[in-house]
């Protein structure tokens, strides 16, 4: 078993649909969260940091930390076209820590 | 946000040649880098970890003679693939993080072409 697991998609919606993207972890020792966008032959571009349990809201962007449940969400409202990418949750145990990804989420926002 | 440079973005070298590839924080320093590849469709493969002023913490499974780190400055760190050769083509992302944050920032990407 993986110690993140994300759907690797693809998921499709409408534009301005609400998107809701996942993970879940197996590790209780991760204490931060994050959440990379990656656009086709990019590197990854840093969207949401949470430390710990609770919400965190970013203009179109919330994510979420459930660390009793290990579960982690992004949420994206008004999805646009430009929103169409790669989604990859990444989390570890400790600043200056390596990262552990999820395999990525395929996001595309149709007209 | 922190900015993270590489160069070069695209490279492409016979078999047998050595690439070096640099990875720049410009706006911060970057007391951590980690060196990334990454296949067309897969996620990040960490490959190393590596700490200013000392060696690098290889992964399991990666040639540390083959893939040479070096973080000589807070701002920049050089990974050289040497004898280079075909299966080596590939995506190299490098990362960086400042001193007690968790958040990493990643370059660009610097595509490998080995022919």
Same mark, same amino acid.
């Given at each position: 078993q993986k110690e993140v697991e994300q759907d690797p998609g693809p998921l499709s919606v409408p534009e301005g649909a609400i998107v809701s993207l996942n993970c879940t972890y197996s590790n209780s020792a991760f204490q931060y969260f994050m959440w990379y966008r990656q656009y086709s032959r990019k590197g990854p571009e840093l969207l949401m940091y949470t430390y710990s349990s609770g919400n965190k809201e970013d203009g179109r962007f919330t994510a979420q930390v459930d660390k009793s449940s290990k579960y982690i969400s992004l949420f994206i409202r008004d999805s646009q076209p430009s929103d169409s990418a790669t989604y990859l949750c990444a989390m570890s145990g400790g600043g200056g820590n390596k990262l552990t990804f999820g395999t990525g989420t395929q996001l595309k926002v149709e007209l | 946000?922190?900015?993270? &440079?590489?160069?070069? &973005?695209?490279?492409? =070298? @016979?078999?047998?040649? &050595?690439? @070096?590839?640099? =990875?720049?924080?410009?706006?911060?320093?970057? %007391? %951590?880098?980690f060196w990334y590849r990454q296949f067309p469709k897969q996620s990040l493969m960490l490959m190393a970890t590596s700490n200013e002023g000392s060696k690098a913490t290889y992964e399991q499974g990666v040639e540390k003679d083959k893939f040479l780190i070096n973080h000589a400055s807070l701002t920049l760190s050089t990974l050289t693939v040497t004898s280079a050769h075909p299966e080596d083509s590939s995506f190299y992302i490098c990362s960086a993080v400042d001193r007690g944050f968790a958040e990493q920032y990643f370059g660009p990407g610097t595509r490998l072409t080995v022919t």
């Open positions: - | 946000g922190a900015v993270v &440079s590489q160069h070069p &973005s695209w490279v492409i =070298c @016979k078999s047998g040649t &050595s690439v @070096k590839i640099e =990875c720049r924080s410009l706006d911060f320093q970057a %007391t %951590t880098m």
